[in-house]
Structure formats: C-alpha cells, structure tokens
C-alpha cells in the first residue's frame, strides 16, 4: 500500500520551481495518486501567484489533484492541537497546523522544507533538506 501524502505549500512552491528532488518525489507520487491538497495550501499558493501565466499553471495542476474537505469538526482538532501545542510553549502558525491536523486525521504523511512540523506530535513528516 502507498503512503497517503500531504504536499505542504513550501513543496509546491519547489515542485514549480522544478526544484529536482522536489519534483522526482511528487511526479512519482501524483502519477501513484499518492497527492492531497486541502484548501489552506491552495490559497497560500495562490496568493504568491505573479501573473496570470503563473495563475494558469498552478491551477491546472491543482485542480488535479485530489483534494480534502475541512469540516467543522477538523476546525475544532486544529484549535484543540493549537491549544495544546501552546501548553508546551509551541506557537506555529494556524495555517501550518490546519495542514498537519488534516495529515493526522487521515494518517497521510506531510512533506515538507518547514523543520518546526516536528514539534507537531504524532505527525509523520518527510522533511526535504534545504540546500
């Protein structure tokens, strides 16, 4: 069975600077159907979109990608670890949970270049290495 992953937005930024290690592993694993999105990666992305070239090119391939619906209950899991996280003298930023709480929920693991998703207990993370 396939690993489920979650490609955080830190990821898709390299997969469309066609950063090649980025772009090997999520080729492989969008041919295998392997690729989540949720829609805190999707804005975030489109966010830093340029032109309208680049708006084109993102959202043809994000649109097929298969993608996750957050629902009021998962809200609620993100405040809850948030809180917690804080408890511990944690603080990362709420979309950053969002995205790992989803990860969790569903077992997926996350890819990512961001090192603070460690602190996130019980989050299966496959950290690229910034070089």
Known sequence: MNRKIIGDTSVWIEYFKNNPVVTDFMEKNLLEDNIYIIGIIVSELIQGIKNEE?????????????YIEMKYEDWISVGDLSSDLRKKGVTLPLTDIAIASVAKKNNFQLATFDRHFKLIPNLTVYEFSKN
């Not at 708006?55 to 649109?63: A, E, K, M, V």
């Open 54 to 66: 680049e708006r084109s090119i993102i959202r043809s391939n994000l649109d097929a990608v298969s």
